[in-house]
């Protein structure tokens, strides 16, 4: 595996259901980040992990909870979610120094 | 609050023709990026440009920055289909919390 890879790529949830979305990346990178894509709205920041700490948390509800066990892995926790927050979760990976971002190809999400 | 704005949001144009995007932004920023998505894929770096009067090019796709009027450019010269995606403008800074914030996009259509 290269680059940054997310599974699944497609998720379908009720919701009541909890489900987890992952994120890893071959890069040797040292930041992941999570996104969210709407349609029709600017991609979002919700959470930065730099160096496995969570230094940013764009004031994102509590039903999505992140978890950064290592560098190279990111997951976000998902339950009890609203249908407003289908979309497509974009994780990303840069190195703190450059921060130039590099995307895994997304979750397509939609909640029922 | 930060804001990037870009224009136009949508652009139709000839192949062989040349044209500008804009990408502005509210307050001082560190660095602007570019990104590329094409339908359905990820994001995809494409320029990072971290001083005034950055210039940067590959191919027919060429950025440039100017931090006193807070305006990147991507021009595009020479279209071809292939340059059909959706291009993004970004900029981040830390300075106490950590904001990456991206522009609207730009959906670029390029007619054979």
């Known amino acids: 595996e290269t680059g940054v890879t997310q599974t699944p790529r497609h998720l379908v949830m009720g919701m009541t259901n909890k489900k987890s979305l992952k994120c890893e990346q071959h890069?040797?990178?040292?930041?992941m980040y999570w996104y969210k894509q709407s349609a029709k709205k600017p991609l979002e920041l919700m959470f930065v992990?730099?160096?496995?700490?969570?230094?940013e948390n764009n004031s994102v509800p509590s039903r999505f909870s992140p978890e950064c066990p290592n560098s190279s892995h990111l997951f976000l926790h998902l339950h009890t979610l609203q249908p407003e927050d289908s979309a497509l979760y974009l994780c990303?990976?840069?190195?703190?120094?450059?921060?130039?971002?590099?995307f895994g190809p997304g979750t397509r999400l939609t909640v029922l | 609050e930060l804001k990037v704005e870009q224009n136009p949001l949508f652009l139709s144009m000839q192949e062989g023709k040349n044209y500008t995007i804009y990408c502005n932004y509210s307050?001082?920023?560190?660095?602007l990026y570019w990104y590329r998505q094409d339908p359905g894929k990820s994001l995809e770096s494409l320029f990072v440009l971290l001083s005034n009067g950055a210039v940067k090019q590959e191919g027919r796709l060429m950025a440039s920055l100017d931090t006193k009027a807070r305006l990147s450019t991507l021009h595009i010269t020479a279209a071809v289909h292939d340059l059909s995606a959706t291009y993004f403008c970004a900029v981040d800074w830390v300075s106490g919390t950590y904001k990456y914030i991206f522009g609207t996009g730009t959906r670029l259509k390029v007619l054979a």
């Open positions: 890069l040797g990178h040292n930041a």
């Open positions: 307050t001082t920023s560190d660095r």
């Open positions: 990303a990976s840069s190195q703190e120094e450059d921060r130039r971002q590099f």
């Open positions: 992990y730099s160096l496995e700490e969570r230094v």
